[in-house]
């Protein structure tokens, strides 16, 4: 049985700077990068193909990615069951191990399966978890930070609340930092939105004492401009050297070339935007990783559409040659 809410909101009961977190600023900064919200490849059975996954990882990271966030939305974590989810973090961590950092995604309907999630996060070595708010029912702002509390005191590893308001009940929002800061292991958020205004002040709120990684892969650059410090995005899986690249190109103040890369990037993500979660699937199998089927209920992609997503030449060109691929 779960304890007690220990503590209600209050968004005015502690000032935003006043943390209470077990992390260095250099562990915080260590987080900053490139992820890849890292596809799940099924099988013809429609199980977890544990081949592709290792050559995905191995794929990206030699790409020049810093992480993987695993089982979240990209990863259909949400359908999957609970031991499908372990093994698949396990499989990430045993291929990522000192090349690349590893967050698990345990966010859960159900507060009691996230928390064996992430203590089996601590267990294999993930670098940290995180979770969206609540599903499917709208416990409010203060539901929201008791399933949370659950969740990161169940370990000890870094935790970053995962915001995506347009799929959950309820957004985080800049006043609410004061009390997820109460969170001791509490270091950060990914933010998917299109808000730039609102992830610009999450971002100027937390400071060096926290660290936002943007979810909107078609907004990276403005993300980086607005206090970003890294990505967790879909395309990432397709384009991993692009994402890098933009990020080396913003880091070293080349904002011109990042805005050329960006542009190529972008369309790339007005195909993926229009064809849903199986044509990111469709161009992977295209490109030599055979990632099988979308789980229900996302449906496979119609003769018609299957058609066009081939058609796409342009954006097989922007994705990379399949012989580089074939190297891997």
């Not at 050559?55 to 999957?80: K, P, R």
């Not at 609102?198 to 660290?211: L, S, V």
């Not at 011109?256 to 161009?283: C, D, F």
């Not at 089927?293 to 449906?299: A, G």
Request: aromatic share 10%; glycine share 10%.
């Amino acid at each position: 049985m779960l304890p007690a809410a220990p503590f209600f909101f209050n968004p005015k009961r502690f000032d935003h700077r006043e943390k209470y977190m077990r992390f260095t600023l250099e562990q915080i900064k260590s987080f900053e990068g490139v992820y890849s919200a890292l596809l799940t490849p099924f099988d013809k059975k429609g199980r977890v193909d544990e081949e592709v996954l290792r050559m995905l990882i191995s794929y990206q990271l030699g790409q020049g990615l810093n992480g993987f966030f695993v089982c979240g939305s990209t990863g259909e974590g949400f359908l999957m069951s609970p031991e499908e989810r372990r093994r698949v973090a396990e499989i990430v961590v045993e291929e990522a191990r000192g090349k690349g950092k590893v967050i698990v995604h345990v966010g859960h309907i159900s507060s009691d399966v996230a928390v064996s999630l992430a203590r089996h996060a601590e267990k294999i070595g993930a670098d940290a978890i995180s979770s969206t708010p609540p599903i499917y029912f709208d416990v409010r702002i203060g539901g929201t930070f008791y399933h949370y509390q659950l969740i990161a005191g169940a370990c000890s590893l870094p935790f970053l609340a995962y915001n995506i308001p347009a799929t959950t009940p309820i957004g985080i929002l800049p006043e609410h930092l004061s009390t997820l800061s109460k969170i001791e292991n509490f270091i950060g958020m990914k933010y998917t939105g299109y808000n730039l205004f609102e992830m610009g002040t999450i971002a100027e709120k937390m400071g060096q004492r926290g660290i936002v990684l943007s979810g909107s892969d078609e907004m990276f650059l403005p993300a980086l401009v607005m206090g970003a410090r890294g990505s967790i995005g879909s395309t990432q899986n397709l384009l991993p050297g692009k994402f890098a690249e933009i990020y080396k190109s913003f880091k070293n103040g080349e904002i011109q070339r990042a805005r050329e890369l960006q542009a190529e990037v972008n369309r790339v993500v007005r195909v993926l935007l229009k064809y849903g979660s199986p044509a990111w699937k469709a161009y992977m199998k295209r490109l030599g990783f055979d990632c099988g089927q979308c789980r229900p209920p996302f449906k496979p992609l119609l003769p018609v559409e299957n058609w066009v997503v081939s058609q796409k030449r342009p954006v097989l060109q922007w994705i990379g040659d399949a012989k580089v691929l074939a190297r891997v």
